[in-house]
């Protein structure tokens, strides 16, 4: 890909911990092109964030400067520059964005979207912003919880276009720690989750959570023993941690409009466990919500009197 | 060490998932010799074994059988020959004890020491029977709760020289992948626990188990914001943990007298957070109960009379 063809208007830059990914938008807002690798803040030094940013996108770009915007860890204490935390209330990603004086190649016009960050209890995020300024930028008025899981599940609280306050649980690192480097590896080694077991591993682990730390390891031990299936064992897991998540959120989504938004399979998971707890649930495919909040924010550049 | 003077009486062997170690006996019943590898079953094929073994212990041996007592991993489905559990209620290291047929060096008078199993809730140890022999071998009497912290904490609850029951919790893994693998390192690096936020932190867990999941982020988040010292980081995860494991253990150390057997620093952490619950605890050094447990077994099998 070279030439004026290619050129863009912008460039929107998701840069997570473990990846990269960039996207080419034209004057008329459409993609043209797109690309990624896994040269993720994590594994960067400081000066090496120019090059693989400009690995990506250098044959997108003109002679003159081309407005970039990047959200995610990019941004952290260890990226390539600070953008430091607006607190919360606040609208989800606005002009407090921060114009990167770090880039050497003058044709990178970089702008970093900063994270959110909450007092009490202390909380931060950093690319979810975006996620959900890309959600608010299709459902303006919204008024409840926005639910992001992921390897950090993100529960928000939105009203009145803020952000109001937000919690964040590790299920999803603990379940990648479990299933794949503790004991319970060989026991939960499988493909799928048996619905049924999923279900009754979440409502236990709702209405004991003071019985996890026993739990995790019956799911081995009861494997050993009995020889539960693998996505039987895998589901108890799942279960359980999800479970001691929506204890631990529970005045995010009791009584509360909740919109999960993540990967279709795992939307789904987290949608079937809140409304076995009858909550009102709406799954959401997170996929598009990144690029949307970071062409939102391309807009509100060029007219702040957007909302 | 070669030549008669060394040769053993008998060998007692303690052979973990990671670990092997071997000890000379004399007829007086003291140790003449020990020896120790990296050879634990974790990773040993089937026929790795034997080699394994005779790598520590071939100079102790004469030209006839000289009997072995191993517990641990060893016994294992996926170990050198499985010892099928023994269901408690039980004595905790029997004659249930089971006679190898595995070794192909005549010389290796091989026992091992079954792992104990419980059908409800579904549970299992192996290796820890051994410890707790090696206990009761001291405290002959002994009717309560023995708690053997490590990478899977065992509560044991004991009565009339049995295990009546028992619960296993993988606190000791959870802290290690957590403060290892997870997005709380950096927060956590640190040698040493801050003892107000371990106390606070049990406390907190223990009133309000169902905010686990929240927790753990949080010290993250706290570091990242205020930059919370990594030792009472360290203190937080460690005392979320532990805090949980309580609440969900809670009927083996309310109103029981407890024995916390571990490594000393470990014991005075678990013994710490049972006081400040007001559990009566009696902290001990675990290191020398697997070889006392194995030295009881090899009295029973010269007199099965012993109780």
């Keep these: 890909m070279s030439g004026q063809a290619t050129y863009a208007d912008w460039i929107a830059v998701d840069w997570g911990t473990t990846h ?5 938008i034209g004057p008329d807002g459409a993609i043209r092109a797109e690309a990624q690798s896994t040269k993720g803040m994590g594994g960067l030094a400081r000066d090496g964030f ?3 940013l400009l690995d990506l996108v250098q044959d997108w770009l003109g002679a003159g400067p081309t407005p970039i915007l990047a959200c995610g860890m990019v941004g952290a204490k260890q990226g390539w520059q600070e953008a430091p935390y607006v607190p919360v209330p606040a609208k989800p990603a606005t002009l407090a964005m921060m114009r990167a004086t770090a880039p050497k190649d003058r044709r990178l016009d970089l702008w970093i979207v900063p994270g959110l960050s909450q007092a009490r209890p202390a909380d931060v995020m950093r690319g979810e912003e975006t996620q959900i300024a890309g959600f608010l930028a299709r459902e303006a008025g919204f008024d409840g919880v926005l639910c992001l899981p992921g390897t950090h599940t993100k529960w928000v609280h939105i009203s009145a276009g803020e952000v109001v306050s937000f919690q964040t649980c590790m299920t999803g690192e603990m379940f990648d720690l479990l299933s794949q480097h503790s004991v319970l590896r060989h026991s939960v080694a499988a493909a799928s989750l ?4 999923f279900a009754e591993a979440v409502s236990e682990t709702l209405s004991r959570p003071e019985r996890l730390a026993q ?4 799911i081995r031990a009861d494997a050993t023993l009995n020889g539960t ?5 895998r589901a108890r897991l799942s279960g359980a941690l999800i479970g001691a998540e929506l204890a631990a959120t529970r005045p995010y989504w009791l009584g509360q409009d ?6 279709p399979a795992l939307a789904d998971l987290y949608a079937r466990a809140l409304m076995a707890q009858g909550a009102s649930v709406r799954p959401m495919d997170a996929a598009p919500l990144t690029l949307a909040g970071l062409a939102r924010l391309r807009m509100t550049m060029k007219d702040p009197s957007l909302p």
Aim: aromatic residues 8%; glycine residues 0%.
């Design 20 to 24: 990269l990914r960039a996207w080419a």
């Design 258 to 263: 909740v919109v999960v938004a993540a990967a």
């Design 229 to 233: 299936a693998a996505d039987v064992a």
């Design 194 to 197: 048996d619905q049924a077991a």
């Design 215 to 218: 739990r995790l390891f019956s």
């Design 50 to 52: 120019e090059a693989a």
